[in-house]
């Protein structure tokens, strides 16, 4: 039987896959390192103090500590950790965290969050590290490719379909270097019915990228001739407005891969499929299209496939919204099972109970090919702008 870990080890003329998950059973550790603005310290102290007490009673949280900068009073450090990313990423994007960290706002510059799995840790002096992970550190092990992904998300009033279809497939890009260690890699835009989903790929610091983004003059005007059109008000002059806006319209990266070898440099075909997600099941679908696709990665580079049909995925999840972009060497339709994250009929099975699949009185057969071709077609997105960056 095939298993995530009958992963062949990579030559050295190929590159290794590229994993990186949320959804994995090791710890996390959050590191948000804060600039405290001037006299605001007490404040700062007695929101962090709120928030602690709150936090505290979350499903899945550990531990948290705060620290203050020997070198600079101005700088802290929160640190937290979890039993695992997943309840940690449904706390961070939940309405609860928002409304937790409200107190913060008028107390803080700048904030720059970091997440990562806890692997070995030492804990005695003098003894040898010891792996954190139930499947060992090896296992456990993921290689990137130096890209951070993002999508935003969010839905416009029934009828301006089109009208918002032109203002974002037809504004310039802004420049793509932002500083000396970062710059934009890649936009892809698309839309099903009146949701937008904009994904974007960075090479180097994701927030930094953003932050770049957003005061471009050709981005702002953007943004400005999208509001007319949402059907969730938001201001971008007021500061609260428009973090909340974005709050709410973040669809965090929970797994990416990358298939070992070589990436054509034509004939690449990218979708973006919505998965029609029952209510409460959107962790579920995450997880299970993650396994089917690192199945699939593994048992295409295990058979030594020059030609290989999926070649990146990146599954995008908030609450029960499930997107699955997905690059592949043939038409959709070609490989329709590859093509939907699914092999065999018994994941055929698990993932049709977990979605919605009754359109027009029929319920659409997830284990045949001409259901499986039904079921792409409704979930495909209509693919707005895809934009790479010169020279990357």
């Known amino acids: 039987m095939s298993t995530l870990s009958d992963v062949p080890e990579a ?19 959050v590191v948000l390192l804060v600039q405290v603005n001037s006299g605001a310290e007490q404040r700062f102290l ?20 705060l620290c203050q900068s020997i070198e600079n ?26 409304d937790m960290v409200k107190p913060f706002h008028g107390c803080v510059q700048d904030t720059r969050s970091l997440r990562f799995g806890i692997l070995r840790e030492t804990l005695t002096a003098g003894s040898p590290p010891v792996d954190v992970t139930t499947r060992g550190v090896e296992t456990a092990l993921r290689f990137g490719d130096g890209l951070v992904r993002q999508a935003l998300t969010f839905t416009v009033s029934p009828g301006s379909e089109d009208t918002v279809a032109k203002i974002l497939a037809d504004y310039p890009s802004p420049q793509a270097r932002v500083d000396e260690t970062t710059r934009l890699f890649r936009t892809s835009v698309f839309m099903s019915g009146n949701r937008v989903v904009r994904a ?5 610091d994701l927030t ?27 201001h971008l002059d007021d500061p609260a407005s428009a973090r909340e806006f974005f709050a709410r319209a973040s669809l965090p990266v929970v797994h990416h891969m990358t298939a070992a070898g070589p990436r054509p440099t034509a004939d690449v075909h990218r979708h973006a499929l919505l998965y029609p997600v029952k209510t409460g099941c959107g962790p579920a679908v995450a997880s299970l299209l993650a396994r089917q696709d690192e199945l699939a990665v593994n048992k295409e580079t ?22 699955r972009l997905v690059d592949l060497s043939v038409p959709l339709d070609r490989s329709p099972a590859l093509a939907a994250g699914i092999s065999g009929r018994r994941a055929a099975a698990v993932l049709g109970r977990l979605l919605d699949l ?21 979930c495909d997105m209509t693919p707005i702008t895809d934009r790479e960056a010169a020279g990357h």
């Open 46 to 65: 007695r929101a962090y103090d709120q928030m602690s007490q709150q936090v505290a009673k979350v499903p899945g949280h550990i531990s948290d500590q």
């Open 358 to 378: 009754g359109a027009d009185g029929a319920v659409i057969d997830l284990s045949v090919a001409d259901g499986l071709r039904r079921f792409l077609a409704d």
């Open 200 to 204: 974007v790929e960075v090479k180097g």
């Open 302 to 323: 295990a058979a030594r496939q020059t030609a290989r049909t999926l070649l990146s995925s990146t599954i995008f999840q908030r609450d029960d919204i499930v997107v």
């Open 73 to 98: 009073p101005s700088q802290w450090l929160i640190t937290s950790e979890w039993e695992s990313a997943p309840p940690f990423l449904a706390w961070v994007d939940s309405p609860a965290h928002r």
């Open 11 to 29: 030559t050295a003329d190929q590159s290794p896959a590229t994993v990186e998950s949320a959804l994995t059973d090791t710890r996390l550790r």
């Open 208 to 234: 930094a990228a953003l932050r770049f983004v957003a005061r471009q003059p050709e981005i702002r005007a953007v943004e400005e001739a999208l509001d007319p059109y949402l059907e969730e008000d938001r």
